[in-house]
Structure formats: structure tokens, C-alpha cells
């Protein structure tokens, strides 16, 4: 069964710096996309960057990364030079490809807030 | 251009009580798909939309819950006789095609409570 685990709930970072959020994975099928959304205190999500299980390098979008360990079942989200509009709750999900499901199961999220 | 709405903002309803909400997607996106965010979790996904019909609907927690899709477009998701574990935000999200590397699009949501 797809599941989707995020074990750090808060999470606190300096303006300016890196932070790296953590999410691990649980499929049976060989083929899958992973999904960072991003859901600011007004409450709409906001899609950051996708990896295809395919996909031979790691997603980057901007100061979005996306360190993607096939072997480890990870796929944490680095956001680099934080800003204080980083501040949100993220949201990691995935969907299989041939499992026959359009369902994106979602993680628990981390809330993040970044210090001035 | 627009993006997803939904309306209502808000909804408060005694127990018992029927509730529609709905979703408006983008225009030209056929796939949609309504999510249920109860306090502090995730996402979880009730039914997924292509066109007017819902190949999954397997996310759908009982039967007093039912969705339908007219014109491709406006989406109305119901409850029936609405219980206090039923309050939770509601989001609906569209996407172009429903590929799985499609990016979703989200409405700001319903938070509908239940006394």
C-alpha cells in the first residue's frame, strides 16, 4: 500500500539558510511521482516541485530542490537561502503510475518557520 | 486567469443536517479532485474526476458522501446527515488532464464545522 511518512512536525530555520525537509515513501509500484506542496497560514496549496521515479537527476525549481534516494525510499525537500515568506506547512505526496488509482496520497506535514 | 473556487468559505451545520459544497476548477482542466484536511493532518483524497466521471471514488468515507460533475466543470460534493467527525476543511484541486505529472491546482478550501 502507498504511504506517504514525515517525521519532523516543526521545524525552525535562520533566514538565509538551508533547511532540509525529511519524507519517506512506501510503494509496490515501479513506477510513481513525488510532490512538495507548500500550504501558507491562508490555507491554499501550492504546488513546488515534482520527481518522477524515472527521472535520473533530482528535481530542482529555483531554491526548491529535491534530493531524491530511490534505494532509501526518500525524498527530502531542501530549500536553500530561507526567507521568512518561507514559512508554511509542507506537504510531501506521491501518486502511482500503474496501479490503476489516481489517488495522491498525502504526508502529515512540517511546519517550518523561519527565524529573522 | 481564475484559478480553482469554492464556496462556501465557511459552512456551519447542526448534526443531522445535509451540506453541498462547491468547487469551480479551472476552466479547461477535465481532471478534479476533492480532498478532505481534518485539524493537523494531511491531505486525504475522496474522489478523483475526469470529465463528468469518477473513475476513483475510492477515498469516499461512507455513503453519506457523494460527489458529481456536470459539464465537465462545476463540481458539487454532498454529505448526507453530517456527523461532528465530518468538520474538516474541504479542498478541491484541478489539473489539465489528470496526468500523473500534472501539476494540481488547489481552491482555497471549505472549512465546514459541525455542531
Not at chain 1, 502507498?2 to 512536525?9: V, Y
Not at chain 1, 515534482?50 to 527530502?76: H, I, M, P, V
Not at chain 2, 457523494?66 to 467527525?85: K, M, N, P, W
Request: proline share 3%.
Amino acid at each position: 500500500a502507498q504511504k506517504i511518512t514525515q517525521t519532523q512536525p516543526g521545524m525552525f530555520v535562520q533566514e538565509k539558510e538551508a533547511v532540509t525537509l525529511d519524507c519517506t515513501y512506501d510503494t509496490s509500484d515501479p513506477s510513481y511521482g513525488l510532490f512538495w506542496y507548500k500550504q501558507p497560514s491562508s490555507g491554499e496549496m501550492i504546488f513546488l516541485i515534482y520527481q518522477g521515479s524515472y527521472d535520473q537527476q533530482n528535481a530542482t525549481e529555483g531554491r526548491y530542490s529535491l534530493n531524491f534516494q530511490k534505494a532509501r525510499k526518500s525524498a527530502n525537500l531542501v530549500i536553500s537561502a530561507s526567507q521568512l515568506g518561507d514559512s508554511a506547512m509542507y506537504f510531501c505526496a506521491m501518486r502511482d503510475f500503474f496501479s490503476g488509482t489516481y489517488k495522491y496520497i498525502f504526508g502529515t506535514g512540517t511546519r517550518l518557520k523561519v527565524l529573522a | 486567469g481564475a484559478g480553482v473556487s469554492q464556496s462556501p468559505s465557511n459552512k456551519v451545520t447542526e448534526k443531522g443536517k445535509d451540506v453541498e459544497l462547491r468547487c469551480d476548477p479551472i476552466s479547461g482542466h477535465t481532471a478534479l479532485y476533492w480532498y478532505r484536511q481534518s485539524l493537523g493532518q494531511g491531505l486525504e483524497f475522496l474522489i478523483y474526476f475526469q470529465g463528468n466521471s469518477a473513475p476513483d471514488k475510492s477515498g469516499l468515507p461512507s455513503d453519506r458522501f457523494s460527489a458529481e460533475r456536470t459539464g465537465g466543470s462545476v463540481s458539487t460534493l454532498t454529505i448526507q446527515r453530517t456527523q461532528q467527525e465530518d468538520s474538516a476543511v474541504y479542498l478541491c484541486a484541478s489539473s489539465l488532464a489528470g496526468g500523473a505529472v500534472d501539476t494540481q491546482y488547489f481552491g482555497p478550501g471549505t472549512r465546514l464545522t459541525v455542531l
